[in-house]
C-alpha cells in the first residue's frame, strides 16, 4: 500500500508549552489529520508562524520528508530553537533526523535517532515515533514492530494512519471482523484504493457481500489495480454468478498485471463455468510457467478430475511428486484417482491413515465428497 504520507491527529496534552496548545495550532493538526493530500501552499500561508513556532515548522519538516524533499526538511530542522527543552519538540526534532538519516541510508543513525526520539518522549505523547519505529522495525522483520504499532493506538484509539497500518497486518479471512472495524470509520482521505479493497475482501470473508461489492467498486473507481479487479471479478463470478462482468473484470485484472496467478486461475474457473473448456485448460497449464507450488498442481488436477481425464490428472500428479516428493496432497490425489477408476483404493487409504495426520485426513475426506459426494 502506499504511504499515506502526512497525517496529525488531536494531541490532548495538558503539559505542553502554550504555543501547542493554543486553538490555531489545534485547528492546524485537525486540518492535517483529515486532508492527506496537502501541499506546500498550506505552510507558506502561515510563513511566519514557521519562524516563531518549533512545533508547526516540526511538522513541516515531517511533512517534507514524506514527500522525500530532504534538503528542504533540513533547512526546515536548522532554524528550529529548541532551547525550551519540551520533550515532546525534542522527540519529533530527534524522528525528523532518523528519517533524513533513513533517507540518506544511514541506517545506524537513523536507528539510533529514531530510539532517541522515543526515549525523549517522557510524557508519552508522541505517537508518530511509534508509527515510525512500527515501519523501521517491520522493514526488518523485527518481533518488536507490533509493539511500537500497539502503542501508538493505545496513545490514540483513533490514529487514523495506524489503523490502516494495523488492518495490513491481519489475516482479512482469519481476522475480517478486526479488519472492517479498523477501516469503516475512518475519513474517507484514508480510503484508498489499496485499503479499499481489503476492507471490500474482508466484507466477503465476513459474508456480507453486498456492502464488499460496493467498496470494491469503489477501490477501482480511485485506481483500478489488478488485485482489486480481481477481488471483484472473484466475487461477480462466485456470489453473484454475473458472469460476463466477471470476465470483463478477469480481463482488466491481467491487462494490469499479466503474471496476477490468482486473476488468471479465477478466469480458468469462469471459463469451466461457462463450459469454454480449451480456454480453461489453456488458462490453468499457463500458471505452470510462472511457478511450480503445490497449490498450482492441485488446481491442474482438480481441473482434470472434473473434466472427467484421470489419465490427465495422473500426469500432474505424478509431475508434482517429482518437484515436491511425496506429500498428504498427492497421495490422496492418488486415491481420489484410483477412485475415479473404480480400482481398489483401500489399501491406499489405510497406508494414508498410517502416515498422515487427522487434520490431513479430514482433508482427503472433504476432496472425495466434492468428488464424488460421499466418503
Not at 515548522?57 to 514527500?67: N, R
Not at 523485527?142 to 497500518?165: C, G, H, I, R, T
Not at 454468478?241 to 486461475?265: G, M, R, T, V
Request: one cysteine or more; glycine letters at 2%; a negative charge.
Amino acid at each position: 500500500m502506499k504511504s499515506i504520507f502526512f497525517v496529525l491527529f488531536f494531541i490532548c496534552i495538558n503539559s505542553l508549552n502554550a504555543q501547542i496548545m493554543n486553538a490555531e495550532i489545534k485547528n492546524y493538526e485537525s486540518f492535517l489529520t483529515y486532508n492527506t493530500d496537502i501541499d506546500k501552499d498550506f505552510f507558506f500561508k502561515k510563513i511566519d508562524d514557521l519562524d516563531t513556532n518549533s512545533y508547526l515548522s516540526l511538522m513541516y519538516a515531517y511533512f517534507l520528508i514524506k514527500k522525500d524533499e530532504i534538503s528542504e526538511a533540513e533547512t526546515v530542522l536548522d532554524r528550529i530553537n529548541l532551547n525550551h527543552g519540551i520533550p515532546y519538540l525534542q522527540s519529533l526534532y530527534f524522528m525528523n533526523e532518523g528519517l533524513i538519516a533513513m533517507s540518506k541510508g544511514d541506517t545506524q543513525m537513523s536507528e539510533s535517532k529514531l530510539r532517541a526520539s522515543y526515549e525523549a518522549d517522557s510524557g508519552k505523547y508522541n505517537k508518530w515515533i511509534r508509527l515510525e519505529l512500527f515501519r523501521y522495525y517491520t522493514d526488518k522483520v523485527d518481533y518488536e514492530a507490533w509493539k511500537y504499532l500497539e502503542s501508538a493506538l493505545d496513545l490514540d484509539p483513533e490514529f487514523n494512519q495506524a489503523k490502516v497500518e494495523k488492518s495490513y497486518q491481519l489475516d482479512e479471512d482469519l481476522n475480517c471482523d478486526e479488519v472492517i472495524d479498523l477501516l469503516k470509520d475512518i475519513p474517507e482521505s484514508y480510503k484508498d484504493s489499496d485499503a479499499m479493497n481489503l476492507f471490500g475482501v474482508a466484507l466477503i470473508n465476513c459474508g456480507r457481500f453486498d456492502q464488499a461489492k460496493e467498496a470494491l467498486k469503489k477501490s477501482i473507481t480511485i485506481k483500478p489495480s489488478s488485485n482489486n479487479c480481481f477481488s471483484l471479478a472473484q466475487l461477480m463470478h462466485e456470489k453473484y454468478e454475473d458472469y460476463e462482468e466477471a470476465e470483463s473484470l478477469y480481463k482488466k485484472s491481467l491487462d494490469l498485471d499479466k503474471s496476477n496467478l490468482d486473476a488468471i486461475n479465477g478466469f480458468a474457473w469462469l471459463n469451466y463455468d461457462m463450459n469454454e473448456m480449451a480456454r480453461a485448460e489453456s488458462q490453468i497449464l499457463s500458471l505452470l510457467e510462472f511457478t511450480q507450488d503445490q497449490e498450482i498442481y492441485n488446481q491442474i488436477v482438480n481441473f482434470y478430475f472434473l473434466t472427467d481425464r484421470p489419465d490427465n490428472a495422473n500426469k500432474y500428479i505424478n509431475e508434482a511428486q517429482k518437484v515436491h516428493g511425496k506429500n498428504s496432497i498427492n497421495e490422496g490425489y492418488k486415491i481420489i484417482e484410483q477412485i475415479y477408476r473404480k480400482e481398489n483404493y483401500e489399501p491406499l487409504i489405510n497406508e494414508y491413515k498410517s502416515n498422515y495426520s487427522e487434520e490431513e485426513i479430514e482433508w482427503l475426506k472433504n476432496q472425495i465428497v466434492f468428488f464424488f459426494g460421499e466418503e
